[in-house]
């Protein structure tokens, strides 16, 4: 079971079992651990409600001061913002909360970040989000247009916020759909993992995090994805993850205790080098990144052809990676242009069941995803939750806010179609 699949607020038992595990860790460091290290500990892992992450924008007069809301382990991890006349208050929350807040779709939570403007003027909100596989602190940095609109009210856009966006030197429109399209979610995969008989170790969430592990090669580890039929393909995403890493500690290298774990700085040099390769047939490929021989260590590599390639088969080939690990790849996404139609306009019903949380039921339409959008105005539709599933349980209305719209849209490999907008 990975961190994602616990339920906010742990129980005393999962408390227990997430301080002894860092103790244990501690004390085969032979680090101290006593009583006193202990209460630390379980208060820092508890459920007890607390803030991190303090972050403040002075615009127009006005301040505002932001904050994430724990825990980073949580597909809920977010920024919430108070608003004042003064920088030292008294403070208001702003109607718009949490302004950051990305619990569905391939990348999960938006927390502990901050809010910055570009040189050409756009304003972009930068935040971490969850892996939480191999430690429940495991985490991305992710970013995303942001602004404040003609109340002075803080938003952020992450209805899609795990998609390629283009970013260029000009003002942007904040609130742009993708130019391009998921192409690759619920398709075949194989792996050089494969045996006769053995399915390759692919696991697919609802949340959409894929991790698939192959076995070693001379001729190096691959993974390939068959999106069914060939496209017009425009970027892949490629997401190295750690798995059974034995990396050691170096010789002569000294230990240095960070909020009372061992830390130290590894200063050897490590590689990423891999081959990405396009097919139309299966049998025939032509190399679409070629990084073989790179002298860099990325784990996260954004493939762009804005041309774009005809291609139905994606092929990735690992041929080096730190600590001499087995290949380990937490996403391969492939984005471009379907040939179909979009969805049609999704039919849903959504009802308040409680003061922080309702319910959102949607008629299978066929299309892909969708995406549920709601916020305190019709205009103001700021808070986004994609999924891949037709019912979802949101939690994340304020309690002192009465009045809410929602909104579902619906995409496919073709394109996005807004829905209708109804009253809480």
């Known amino acids: 079971m990975s961190w994602e699949d616990h339920v906010f607020p742990l129980t005393g038992e999962e408390i227990e079992q997430k301080v002894e595990s860092s103790l244990k860790l501690m004390k085969e460091h032979g680090m101290q651990v006593n009583d006193e290290v202990r209460a630390r500990m379980l208060q820092a892992v508890g459920s007890d409600p607390y803030i991190e ?43 718009n909360n949490p302004y950051s807040y990305k619990p ?16 050409t003027g756009n304003w972009w909100h930068t935040a ?7 430690h429940m602190f495991e985490r991305r940095v992710g970013l995303w247009p942001a602004g404040f609109d003609k109340d002075g009210e803080l938003f952020c856009n992450q209805r899609y916020g795990d998609w390629p966006i283009k970013a260029e030197e000009h003002k942007l ?33 609802e949340d959409m995090k894929t991790w698939w592990q192959a076995a070693t090669s001379e001729q190096g580890e691959w993974i390939q994805v068959d999106l069914g039929k060939e496209y017009d393909v425009r970027a892949a995403q490629i997401n190295f993850a750690d ?10 290298v000294e230990l240095i205790p960070v909020n009372s774990l061992p830390r130290y ?5 490590h590689r990423a080098r891999w081959i990405l390769e396009g097919s139309i047939d299966g049998d025939s490929y032509f190399v679409i990144e070629d990084r073989h021989e790179a002298e860099d260590n990325l784990p996260h590599y954004l493939v762009v052809r804005e041309d774009g390639i005809r291609a139905r088969y994606l092929r990735l080939t690992v041929f080096e990676i730190p600590f001499r690990q087995k290949a380990c790849i937490s996403g391969l996404r492939v984005f471009g242009y ?4 979009k969805p049609s306009v999704p039919e849903f019903e959504a009802k308040r069941v409680s003061d922080i949380a309702m319910d959102v039921s949607i008629r299978d339409n066929g299309a892909v995803g969708y995406n549920i959008l709601w916020g305190h105005k019709e205009d103001k539709l700021y808070h986004s939750y994609m999924v891949f599933g037709t019912s979802k349980r949101i939690g994340a209305l304020v309690k002192s806010q009465k ?6 849209d619906a995409f496919n490999e073709s394109g996005i179609t807004e829905g209708k907008i109804i009253k809480l």
């Not at 429109?173 to 692919?202: C, M, Q, R």
């Not at 379907?338 to 139609?341: H, I, L, V």
């Open 53 to 95: 992450g303090a972050w403040m924008n002075k615009i127009n007069g006005r301040y505002y001061l932001q904050y994430a809301c724990p825990g980073t382990e949580y597909n809920i991890y977010a920024d919430g913002v108070y608003e004042a006349d003064q920088p030292l208050g008294p403070y208001r929350l702003a109607q």
């Open 104 to 119: 569905g779709g391939f990348l999960t939570g938006a927390g502990h970040g901050s809010t910055l403007q570009d040189r």
């Open 128 to 134: 971490t989000a969850a892996i939480c596989i191999n």
């Open 173 to 205: 429109d904040p609130w742009a759909d993708p130019e391009w399209f998921l192409l690759s979610y619920g398709k075949k995969v194989s792996a050089s993992s494969y045996t006769e008989g053995k399915e390759p170790s692919l696991v697919v969430d």
């Open 243 to 252: 798995d059974k890493i034995d990396a050691g500690i170096p010789e002569g």
């Open 265 to 269: 700085i590894d200063d050897r040099k």
């Open 338 to 341: 379907g040939e179909g139609t």
């Open 403 to 408: 009045e809410y719209y929602v909104r579902v």
